[in-house]
């Protein structure tokens, strides 16, 4: 499957994402919006074109998330994020998770319950309060994460092996400039 040529995606390109909503490939030129300054400590003007850019990765990266099954892992979306940021992390406690997942301490708290319940995620003393307890991923939780990526690379792999090279490459190249990107960050 080759890249769109036009604006608007082709059906091709669509099947599979379950969705009705199509998916619009922006050219993206570098034009600065004057209301769009540095954001997030970057020391770059924000442009149009990079703030659509940004959308529309979220945007395709959740459609992504949603396309690939997840019935066989028996956990939620956001419970697997969860377990995903504890294995990355080692320990955390409920209230930094709750930030880091952008989520309230509640939710956070009855998805550690369930996880906790099904002896993915395990709960320690904190050696410098006593009052507050870290959470981290056990040794079945990584395996059961191992399992899902592995499940979702199964589903992939013959979606991706549909692409030509030239694609392949691009997404391999996509994916290491967005793995940096993030690294940046952390």
Known sequence: MNAPS???CSPAALEGFRSSAPIHFRRYRRRVSPTRLCCNGYDRPM???LHHLGEDLIS???RVV???PAEQSGLSVAAARILSRLRDAGQMKISDL???ERSSQPTITNHIKRLEEAGLVER???PNDARVSLISATSHGRAKLSAIRHELGTFLAPRLGALSESDRETLERAIKVLNDLVEQDR
């Open 47 to 49: 442009t149009e074109d």
């Open 124 to 126: 320690h003393s904190d």
């Open 60 to 62: 395709i990266s959740a």
């Open 6 to 8: 036009s604006d608007e």
């Open 98 to 100: 709750a930030v880091a």
């Open 66 to 68: 949603r396309w690939a």
